[in-house]
């Protein structure tokens, strides 16, 4: 185990800490006039995926800005900050990665807007942009370059392309543009309307484990909670990093389902942020998905 790694959000960076993306921030001010330009009019929700776009280019040093999914939390996931793939007998085969925020009693539903998400009549959406800090912009941005693909169940692959693509100045769309992009869905069909988009149709832990066979394709899964809980009851899911947030929800969509297979899990890092968030990258030791403790 790397062990954990407590940063502060003063100071000189630790030693070996990144220079670039977010964590270049610290060295770059620039004027108003050098941030995404707004339309006239945008407000809410649309103006908070502008100061998203600011953050993730450089542009902006507060990392409290509000950066709401989706956003934020694809850095890590187009930055290559994947670890090295598993082995199967004696080839390398592909990565599946779930990057996601969840609250102390496992709610991943909403983490980023009021309204983006309210299946089940959920009324606490937004509650995850309270405790962005430094310290979370610093280990999304870590090892920033190209690599790696984003893996997608349908609604999360529709929210981004709602508005990523029509967002012609951000440098957030051009590096989602050229990121290829995987879709698991039954009810979608070729073509699908963004750029670099593939569709696996039929049973997605299907799909997705064909997918895997690759050597060194590593994947990554934002939001989509129904597509990691059916690739986690097949044992596809290598690793899951997660943004625990000290909050109790009491309701909504979970990440893990109440009949999820037994998993033992290794903690293979952990950051805590100033706000108290702890960003877990979990491992399993054992592939026991399929199978239910009695």
Not at 5 to 31: E, Q
Not at 34 to 46: C, D
Not at 69 to 92: C, D, K, L, W, Y
């Amino acid at each position: 185990m790397r062990g954990s790694r407590a940063l502060s959000t003063h100071g000189a960076r630790p030693p070996g800490t990144p220079t670039s993306g977010v964590d270049y921030l610290a060295s770059h001010r620039p004027s108003r006039s050098a941030l995404t330009p707004r339309p006239r009019g945008v407000s809410g929700v649309a103006s908070e995926n502008y100061a998203c776009a600011d953050v993730l280019s450089g542009q902006i040093e507060d990392l409290r800005t509000r950066c709401p999914f989706p956003g934020f939390p694809f850095v890590q996931t187009v930055s290559g900050r994947h670890p090295a793939s598993p082995s199967e007998g004696n080839r390398t085969v592909g990565k599946v990665s779930v990057t996601n925020h969840v609250s102390l009693d496992g709610v991943m539903q909403a983490p980023a807007g009021v309204d983006e998400d309210t299946r089940g009549g959920f009324a606490n959406g937004g509650w995850a942009m309270k405790d962005n800090d430094e310290v979370m912009g610093r280990v999304m941005g870590e090892g920033m370059s190209s690599g790696g693909a984003l893996l997608f169940g349908r609604r999360t692959y529709q929210q981004f392309f709602g508005f990523w693509p029509h967002q012609h100045d951000s440098p957030v769309t051009e590096v989602l543009d050229r990121t290829h992009k995987y879709v698991a869905s039954t009810t979608l069909s070729e073509p699908l309307p963004w750029v670099n988009s593939t569709l696996l149709p039929g049973d997605a832990a299907d799909g997705v484990a064909e997918l895997r066979s690759t050597p060194d394709l590593n994947l990554t899964i934002l939001g989509s909670g129904e597509l990691i809980r059916s690739l986690a009851a097949r044992g596809l899911i290598d690793e899951y990093v997660l943004m625990i947030h000290p909050v109790i929800l009491g309701s909504g969509r979970r990440i893990f389902s109440e009949d999820a297979p037994f998993t033992d899990l290794r903690l293979v890092d952990s950051v805590t942020t100033s706000t108290g968030v702890i960003i877990a990258t979990y491992e399993p030791t054992s592939r026991s998905a399929g199978t239910t403790t009695a």
